[in-house]
């Protein structure tokens, strides 16, 4: 894959990096949790908790997979079919992927909180290894605390260059990942608790899961909503509104034909349509103005994909003016 460019964003040096590393690391991932998922089968036997955290690991492909497929659609180039790109197919593959994980949890919670109140006792067997009886249990709790490195090793990386790439849904994957030892913790409580008699222990650890498949789910799914309904774009992490906006308004505001400006600036997917509201002081604005703002506002980030520049005699109510 050429990793260049978005769409009509041409990517400087260091996005062009972390994208080919954000391509590799997903392929990587999608990689080790198809492995996982298969050894985890071998041995998943009749704890609740197994069987959560199993189906678990199978969901966590969603935001990779999601990401790899919306690669493909935005880096068609703007047409008049699409004349914004297809950007948004980042946001569309978070939604996907955010929904998915809030329908399974909470299928998975009630099953888990079903079997907990039905008393039901899991047991686990023993197998024959290598001419040797042993509880299956310890083979249980061994892999899980194999397949533990993975995320502690990919999600760290992850978090490291979504926000360089502006990605929200590879911020999620990357979130998602780290969290991903409180999984294999609770299953291997779960199924300590089948070996020394306190079988609810499986039920609690399975919903404690479950529950945590709930979260990830609610948060993407809010996240991906919200922008598809074009909030004001906000950072990475959803926990601020994004300083592009004030940058912006500043940097039109020094502009000496300039009296006031405000801005209106959404999230595609992970770079931003902005139109810039501006009072001039004089009542004739030349081209040449305008062009030499549209030109100088872009050179501020390469999230700026489109910008249009609104001259007005007052500001719109529901542009930032970023006072």
Known sequence: MNGHNFGRTDLPEAQSVALRKAIRWEIV??????????????????????????????????????????????????????????????????????????AVGLNLAFEATSGLFAAEHPTIGTVNLFGHTIWLG????????????????????????????????????????????????????????????????DGVAAIFISLGIVQDGYRNTKSAVADLMDQRARTYDDKEPHPLASEIVSTLRAMPWVADAAVRMRDEGHVFHIEAFVVPRKRRVSLRQIDHAAEHLSELDWKVQDIVIVPSDRLPDEADPAR
């Open 29 to 102: 991932t999608i990689a080790y949790t198809l492995c996982t998922i298969t050894l985890v089968a071998f041995v998943v036997g009749n704890s609740q908790a197994m069987r959560t955290a199993w189906i678990e690991d199978m969901l966590s492909l969603l935001p990779q997979v999601a990401f790899l497929i919306a690669l493909i659609f935005i880096r068609h180039r703007p047409s008049v079919k699409h004349p914004y790109g297809r950007h948004r197919a980042m946001g569309v593959g978070h939604l996907v992927a955010g929904v998915a994980l809030l």
């Open 138 to 201: 310890w083979l249980m709790v061994a892999v899980m605390l194999m397949i533990v490195v993975g995320p502690l090793i990919y999600g760290p990386a992850k978090s490291k260059i979504a926000p360089v790439l502006h990605n929200k849904l590879l911020y999620a994957d990357a979130d998602m990942a780290k969290a991903d030892w409180q999984t294999n913790a609770a299953s291997i409580v779960g199924v300590l608790g089948i070996g020394i008699g306190l079988w609810w222990l």
